[in-house]
């Protein structure tokens, strides 16, 4: 099993084996062979040839790595030093019914002791029951002949207080009628569904033994628009579940759509939400310090301001007009507020609850309408203040002219590099940490050196404290480097547009969402990469 001849047996019997399985399936073990290029460390450099069989196989079973977490590497031959050679031969794989099933599953890959492989460890969380669920709203319901009538009656309601108070309190009696009509109307859609293609089957049954009558033909037709009616407002209810934003509702893409709600879901508990938040940013930024050190407000004078016009515009009252812009500009998909409604809802029923609206957003200057207002008018004034060497997030210009940027700076790497450069470059720098109150995290940057001795590397290395890196590096997803970019390097680009493909809930898209997901997805990841390199065909050819 140590060569690719004698593997392929075992990757054919892995493909029949498969056609023979109807259920859940899981294979689990030491495969002897890595799946992808990165997947070895130091060795022989690893091949099309000697992952091709690996891959169909996977591919013709219709197998997906599970989720894991711990070591990388689940093998090493436990060399010193450089003659180490670590690679992921233990893996895991599960079918498409696997994966719907048990959500949560995850491979754990442990320490290996003394052996040298690491033991993969499988666990699945089990969840247990919080109560009821907090009400949402679904867009589906805007369509309903009782929604406007319902949200008149919630918001006819007496309230007191302030503006923003009695919005609250209208939303919560209009929230309260909707879930009452939700309730009436689309409970147990699976159920509802499942009904109607019975009685559809029925109708069809007895049609197909007399063809010619009418009131079956009615019937089977009233069926039809019945069933076609709620599996829209099934794929609509489970897109905004999923988050998926490039697919259009209509596309017979249920299933997938399934598929990646159950996966966010496992994702979002609130428990794993509050720990990952808290490691990122007490890695990214410490603990709190004793003292801070002020701004240096001779530095922030000499660069960039707001004129006294621009200023002007930004205390002027909020109008009407900016809030109705402000909500058009919403996505309709976007994630709910804390009263379960999105933007459709309010744009649906803008001529009933808008004159609230505008006196509770006037009153209260924390909305998310006046993030969108804010926004709009620092448009208007941001290229006054912002630098044009920062292209990122700023309307009108493009990522891509950083990483340009950046590409001309790392061809100009072979000359000699000044240590007294060096140092004034980072004093500056440290200089910038300190006006703006931002410092950069030291342990996560790197310094390239060229044109000087080791001795000199060394010293500037440990006057500025940051380590020396190695070419290639990435930036910005892309990798940069002095030299042409080889095939290897381009290797990342392949492997990430194949990701997307081979993913266990792409599998289940409809050929439609399969065209959706290359215009929407894969093209942008190739347009990405070519609006700063010029491709070589053999990678064009790859993709």
């Not at 029923?349 to 509770?360: C, G, P, Q, R, S």
């Not at 500025?464 to 290797?491: H, Q």
Request: some cysteine; glycine content about 6%; charged content about 25%.
């Amino acid at each position: 099993m140590h060569i690719v001849d004698t593997r392929r047996p075992m990757w054919r019997d892995v493909a029949v084996l498969s056609q023979n399985i109807t259920s859940n399936w899981l294979v689990m073990g030491d495969f002897n062979s890595v799946l992808l290029p990165n997947e070895r460390h130091n060795g022989n450099a690893v091949t099309d040839a000697e992952t091709r069989d690996f891959e169909a196989c996977v591919d013709n079973s219709n197998l997906t790595e599970l989720k894991s977490c711990g070591n990388f590497y689940s093998w090493s031959n436990k060399g010193q030093g450089d003659l180490r050679i670590s690679s992921r031969i233990d893996m895991a794989f599960g079918n498409i019914d696997w994966h719907s099933t048990f959500t949560d599953a995850i491979i754990d890959y442990v320490n290996p002791g003394l052996s040298d492989h690491s033991p993969l460890v499988m666990t699945c969380k089990s969840h247990v029951g919080g109560g009821s669920r907090p009400f949402k709203f679904f867009n589906y319901m805007a369509e309903h002949d009782s929604f406007l009538s319902v949200v008149k009656k919630g918001w006819e309601v007496q309230c007191h207080g302030t503006a923003m108070l009695r919005v609250w309190s209208k939303l919560k009696a209009v929230n309260h009628g909707l879930k009452n009509l939700h309730h009436k109307e689309f409970a147990k859609l699976d159920d509802r569904i499942e009904l109607i293609r019975g009685e559809l089957a029925s109708v069809q049954l007895q049609l197909a033994a007399t063809l010619t009558d009418s009131s079956l033909q009615t019937s089977e037709k009233i069926h039809s628009e019945k069933l076609m009616k709620f599996l829209q407002i099934q794929e609509c209810a489970y897109k905004k579940k999923s988050r998926i934003m490039w697919l259009k509702v209509g596309d017979s893409n249920t299933k997938f759509l399934f598929s990646a709600m159950k996966e966010r879901k496992k994702l979002t508990t609130i428990e794993e939400i509050k720990e990952e938040v808290s490691s990122f940013y007490k890695s990214l930024i410490g603990t709190a310090a004793s003292t801070l050190e002020s701004i240096d407000v001779n530095i922030v004078r000499k660069g960039k301001q707001l004129t006294f016009d621009a200023a002007e515009r930004w205390v002027q009252p909020v109008l009407d007009v900016e809030i109705d812009n402000a909500l058009k500009d919403i996505d309709i998909i976007k994630a709910q507020g804390l009263d379960g409604l999105d933007s459709l809802f309010f744009l649906k029923a803008w001529n009933i609850v808008k004159l609230d609206i505008y006196e509770a957003v006037k009153d209260f200057f924390r909305t998310r309408l006046i993030s969108k207002i804010l926004t709009a008018r620092m448009q208007a004034v941001i290229d006054d203040m912002v630098n044009c060497a920062q292209s990122w997030f700023i309307p009108g210009r493009v990522i891509s002219d950083n990483i340009l940027l950046s590409y001309e700076l790392v061809k100009c790497y072979s000359r000699k590099v000044d240590e007294g450069f060096v140092k004034a470059i980072f004093s500056t720098f440290k200089k910038f940490s300190t006006a703006s109150s931002q410092e950069a995290n030291l342990h996560k940057s790197e310094v390239y050196l060229a044109g000087i001795s080791s001795y000199v590397a060394d010293h500037i290395m440990a006057t500025i404290g940051i380590p020396k890196g190695t070419f290639p590096f990435k930036y910005l997803g892309v990798p940069l480097t002095t030299r042409g970019l080889s095939f290897t390097d381009f290797k990342p680009l392949i492997e990430n547009t194949v990701a997307r493909i081979k993913s266990w809930a792409a599998r289940l898209l409809s050929f439609v969402g399969r065209l959706q997901l290359v215009k929407s997805i894969l093209f942008g990841i190739q347009l990405y990469w070519c609006k700063i390199f010029v491709m070589p065909r053999k990678i064009m050819k790859e993709i």
